[in-house]
C-alpha cells in the first residue's frame, strides 16, 4: 500500500473527507506538541495550543492551496494559534523563567551520559533566553529540521533573509552557550 503524502491527505480533507485528518494528526501531534513546549516550557499550554491547531486546521481547510506545501501552511497556523493566545492573554513568553523552564521541560535523550546530558541542559537552557523570534527560528531549522525554502514560507520572508536570521540566531544562541559554559 503507497502511503499518501501530507499534501495528498490535505487534499481530501478538503474534499470533505474529514476523518483524513487523523492521519495528520498521527503524524504531526508529537512534533507539534514539541514544538510549542520548545517555544513556551509550558506542558499544559503546548497540549492546549496543539489541539487548537488542529482544530483550525479543520474549521480554515478551505484555505490550504492544492499543491502547495502542507508544512508551511501547517507551522503557519500553529505559529498564528500561538501569537493569537498570547495576544489574548497579554502574556510576555520571553524572557521565560529559568526555574519554570528547567521544571516543565524534560530533555530526554538515550545517553546516558551525564556530562552530555548537562551540556544539553545549559544547550536548552540558553534557548530559553534567546528572544521569541530567534527562539522560534531556531526550533524551525535545528529542531524541526525544515528548509531555508519552509521556513521562509511560514514566517513570510525570502529564503536568504530566512538564511541569515538562522545565522544570527545561531549565533546568538552560541554566545550564551559559551557564557554558560564559563
Not at 524534560?106 to 552530555?116: F, N, V
Not at 524541526?144 to 541569515?164: D, S
Request: proline share 2%.
Amino acid at each position: 500500500m503507497v502511503e499518501l503524502t501530507d499534501e495528498q491527505i490535505m487534499q481530501q480533507v478538503c474534499q470533505e473527507q474529514t476523518e483524513k485528518m487523523t492521519l495528520l494528526f498521527e503524524r504531526y501531534h508529537v512534533k507539534l506538541y514539541n514544538f510549542f513546549l520548545r517555544n513556551t516550557a509550558d506542558e499544559e499550554l503546548s497540549q492546549d495550543l496543539t489541539q487548537n491547531v488542529f482544530l483550525r486546521m479543520l474549521k480554515y481547510r478551505s484555505s490550504y492551496k492544492i499543491g502547495s506545501p502542507f508544512k508551511a501552511w501547517f507551522y503557519q497556523i500553529a505559529r498564528n494559534v500561538q501569537i493569537d493566545h498570547f495576544r489574548k492573554k497579554r502574556v510576555e513568553t520571553s524572557p521565560l523563567d529559568k526555574v519554570n523552564a528547567e521544571r516543565n521541560i524534560k530533555l530526554k535523550t538515550e545517553d546516558h551520559d551525564l556530562e552530555k546530558q548537562e551540556r544539553l541542559q545549559m544547550l536548552h537552557a540558553a534557548l530559553q533566553q534567546l528572544p521569541e523570534d530567534k527562539r522560534e527560528i531556531l526550533v524551525l531549522s535545528q529542531l524541526e529540521e525544515m528548509e531555508y525554502k519552509q521556513i521562509a514560507l511560514i514566517l513570510n520572508m525570502t529564503e536568504n533573509a530566512a538564511r541569515v536570521k538562522v545565522h544570527r540566531a545561531l549565533k546568538s544562541l552560541k554566545e550564551i552557550f559559551e557564557k554558560k559554559m564559563g
